[in-house]
């Protein structure tokens, strides 16, 4: 299974962005996708996750109410809609696969996109 993100840019505070990822792979059949983070000298951090079946969502609590996970199934792919970011949204953002939306039950992971926001 691969996992690549896109859509990291340097953006300013308020702005908005959008991360998307793509799963390819003959046995690709996790049930559910996770974004995380990490900022430099910090520990890696929970986003969004979403279920490929039903579509249930959850949210970290630092992002809830400013970004939003979707997924389009045809596509194989997940994006993370960013909204009203700040400073300390500044981290690597991680795209995961795995078979539930707890943190520890992500067994694939892409190679990250830097997401910068300046203030």
């Known amino acids: 299974v691969q996992l690549v993100e896109s859509g990291g840019g340097l953006v300013q505070a308020g702005d908005s962005l959008r991360l998307s990822c793509t799963a390819s792979g003959r046995t690709f059949t996790s049930a559910a996708m996770g974004w995380f983070r990490q900022a430099p000298g910090k520990g890696r951090e929970f986003v969004a996750a979403?279920?490929?079946?039903?579509?249930?969502?959850y949210y970290g609590d630092s992002v809830k109410g400013r970004f939003t996970i979707s997924r389009d199934n045809a596509k194989n792919t997940v994006y993370l809609q960013m909204n009203s970011l700040r400073p300390e949204d500044t981290a690597v953002y991680y795209c995961a696969a795995g078979w539930g939306v707890g943190v520890g039950m992500y067994n694939f992971w892409g190679q990250g996109t830097q997401v910068t926001v300046s203030s």
């Open positions: 979403i279920r490929w079946a039903g579509g249930n969502t």
